[in-house]
């Protein structure tokens, strides 16, 4: 894939000192996909039905992006969203808290093999979401756009279930810098690299649009119990 297809880095994280680590760390994450690195192929054992194939459960919550975490002040905050919905929304931070709010308790799946149990996430359900900017019919897939660069997509029927939300809280604090706060989406179902940090934009399209990791080699479904990491 040539360089242009990329998805945008901005130019002053490109030239920085961030920048070569990140594109180390870039290099190093897509020879892991080529390699298949923790593929185990291994079926879903019966007596631990909550632990996807070659997932280890951890009690910590690390932390895994491009090497830049943007500083977003809530008063700053902004998501707008584009393409095939009828109602292009453009909220400040205002406008998200006057959504209905809601409370949910998920498990996360790491591509490099963590998994955490019952994470309590507090903010607007993707249900809500999707009542207020009324996808049209065309609409099929979603990109989610971050501040860092990065971008993932998902299908919207994927998208469109009861246990995804736009998050501004992890365990009754607010969602810190180094986890994408202040809101980020919350799809429990795919790996976590599906959950973009730093969400600033959204848009629906008809043809689906791989993301940042999507064209390096990660699967475009990313279904832990499928084992779908790469390819
Ligand atoms: N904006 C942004 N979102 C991102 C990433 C990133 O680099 N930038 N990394 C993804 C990956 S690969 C993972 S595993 C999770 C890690 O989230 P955490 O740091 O909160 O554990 O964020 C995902 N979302
Ligand atoms: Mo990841």
Known sequence: ????????????????????IKKKLVE???????????????????DKPRLPPGQRLTGDFPVLDLGVQPAIRPEDWRLSVSGLV???????????????QVRMRTDIHCV???????NDWEGVS??????????????RHLVFHSHDGYTTNVPLKTFDDDDVLLAHTWNGAPLTREHGGPIRPIIPKLYF?????????ITFLDKDAPGFWEVRGYNNNADPWKEERYG
Do not use: C
Request: aromatic share 10%; charged share 30%.
């Open 193 to 201: 690299w599906k959950s973009a940090k730093w969400v600033k934009h």
């Open 1 to 20: 894939m040539a360089d242009d297809d990329r998805p945008d880095l901005t130019g002053d994280v490109e030239g920085s000192v961030l920048g070569s």
């Open 126 to 139: 993707a249900r809500d979401f999707l009542n207020v900017v009324k996808p049209k019919a065309e609409a």
């Open 28 to 46: 190093t994450k897509e020879a892991w996909a080529r390699e298949g690195r923790a593929l185990t192929g291994a079926p879903v054992t019966p």
């Open 86 to 100: 009828e109602n292009p929304i453009d909220w400040g931070w205002d406008d998200f808290h006057a959504q209905p």
């Open 112 to 118: 490099t093999t963590w998994s955490r149990y019952d």
